[in-house]
T-cell receptor
């Protein structure tokens, strides 16, 4: 079993819809959970960061962590065509350890 | 100017050639990383360095070497390039207290014929 699993998509949704992106993981030692967004021909950039379990909201984006299920989610409300990108989950055990990325989910928001 | 720069941005080379990819950063970060990205395989860590005297192998270091010339510079070398090293290569940095918030360069697209 891979440490981090993420459906590669592509996922196509109409503009204005709520998008749900997910990752599962196997290592219960992970404490830090991140979502990176990567536009075409660009490097990834940090979108959301969560420590341990719970929810974190930033504008239209909500990151959710369920450590008991080893499952993390990113919700995008009122999706826009500009949200079309690849979203990579990432996680780490502590702030001195390397982080492990998921393979990324390609998201297309249809105008 | 970009905080993390990579040179070259694109490179086509032949099997057996030695290639160096360079990364420079102006963020003042101690930690630097090299990743490769392949379709269907995601981002995989090649090497990372927590300071100038610290170099660590990542998930897929075979066939690669690195040099941390200064705090701001971290280069990746392919001693004898092979076609399956064709990929998109990213350099990233993070500050001394975390690995979770990484800042990525624009990437180098390398093709080995």
């Amino acid at each position: 079993q891979k440490e981090v699993e993420q459906d590669p998509g592509p996922l196509s949704v109409p503009e204005g819809a709520i998008v749900s992106l997910n990752c599962t993981y196997s290592n219960s030692a992970f404490q830090y959970f991140m979502w990176y967004r990567q536009y075409s021909r660009k490097g990834p950039e940090l979108l959301m960061y969560t420590y341990s379990s719970g929810n974190k909201e930033d504008g239209r984006f909500t990151a959710q962590v369920d450590k008991s299920s080893k499952y993390i989610s990113l919700f995008i409300r009122d999706s826009q065509p500009s949200d079309s990108a690849t979203y990579l989950c990432a996680m780490g055990r502590n702030r001195d350890d390397k982080i492990i990325f998921g393979k990324g989910t390609r998201l297309h928001i249809l105008p | 100017d970009a905080d993390v720069t990579q040179t070259p941005r694109n490179r086509i080379t032949k099997t057996g050639k030695r290639i160096m990819l360079e990364c420079s950063q102006t963020k003042g970060h101690d930690r630097m990383y090299w990743y490769r990205q392949d379709p269907g395989l995601g981002l995989r860590l090649i090497y990372y360095s927590f300071d100038v005297k610290d170099i660590n192998k990542g998930e897929i270091s075979d066939g690669y070497s690195v040099s941390r010339q200064a705090q701001a510079k971290f280069s990746l070398s392919l001693e004898s390039a092979i076609p399956n090293q064709t990929a998109l290569y990213f350099c990233a940095t993070s500050d001394a207290h975390s690995t979770d918030t990484q800042y990525f360069g624009p990437g180098t697209r390398l093709t080995v014929l």
